[in-house]
T-cell receptor, first 111, second 116 residues
Framework: GQQLNQSPQSMFIQEGEDVSMNCTSS?????WLWYKQDPGEGPVLLIA?????ELTSNGRLTAQFGITRKDSFLNISASIPSDVGIYFC???????????FGQGTTLQVKP | DTEVTQTPKHLVMGMTNKKSLKCEQH?????MYWYKQKAKKPPELMFV???????INESVPSRFSPECPNSSLLNLHLHALQPEDSALYLC???????????????FGQGTRLTVV
């Protein structure tokens, strides 16, 4: 089946540092989504990408949809303690609504 | 408003019990989903309802029975569960089921289910 490889698996950074994480797939996706999940809560949508090559920002977050449609990255600039959580990439299987999730990147920020 | 509401937030049930999880959205979304998430793992799709009809069942055991009474409500009926079914159950909705834009899914806060 389709799988997404998300890296890194975890990151421990200093407050104020920039963060980058990415997802790659052997299959093409037409939509890439990035979510953040806090413990005991549901995933919260951060950014949605619909077009190959698209670069989208949401505050300190920037995400890009790879030209090949097989990858995406998420950058967080000037990290703050509330950025702590698990970040998931997800690819949408066309015409089904089914999301395939990456394994997640656990981010810890040291004040 | 991008709110998907799930009840209850926590549920403990015995293996012989029957219980139901409920999900509600008032965003006019026409696709609704159930996902299961085990600790330290990503969510995994269980069911998709598209325009109130079941469109995807990811080979989920029959002890899980979904129901979509109308376009705003989604239920998951549980019966004779096993301890390994303990997990966070997430409901999600999207405007359209996977065509072009407006397909991003919004998740509820989940129901933490423990089977004893």
């Amino acid at each position: 089946g389709q799988q997404l490889n998300q890296s890194p698996q975890s990151m421990f950074i200093q407050e104020g540092e920039d963060v980058s994480m990415n997802c790659t797939s052997s299959s093409i996706f037409n939509t890439w989504l990035w979510y953040k999940q806090d413990p005991g809560e549901g995933p919260v949508l951060l950014i949605a990408l619909y077009k190959a090559g698209e670069l989208t920002s949401n505050g300190r977050l920037t995400a890009q949809f790879g030209i090949t449609r097989k990858d995406s990255f998420l950058n967080i600039s000037a990290s703050i303690p509330s950025d702590v959580g698990i970040y998931f990439c997800a690819g949408l299987i066309r015409n089904t609504g089914k999301l395939i999730f990456g394994q997640g990147t656990t981010l810890q920020v040291k004040p | 408003d991008t709110e998907v509401t799930q009840t209850p937030k926590h549920l403990v049930m015995g293996m012989t019990n029957k219980k139901s999880l409920k999900c509600e959205q008032h965003m006019g979304h026409r696709a609704m989903y159930w996902y299961k998430q085990k600790a330290k793992k990503p969510p995994e799709l269980m069911f998709v309802y598209s325009y109130e009809k079941l469109s995807i069942n990811e080979s989920v055991p029959s002890r899980f029975s979904p129901e979509c009474p109308n376009s705003s409500l989604l239920n998951l009926h549980l019966h004779a569960l096993q301890p390994e079914d303990s997990a966070l159950y997430l409901c999600a909705s999207s405007k359209y089921p996977g065509m072009g834009g407006n397909t991003e899914a919004f998740f509820g806060q989940g129901t933490r289910l423990t089977v004893v």
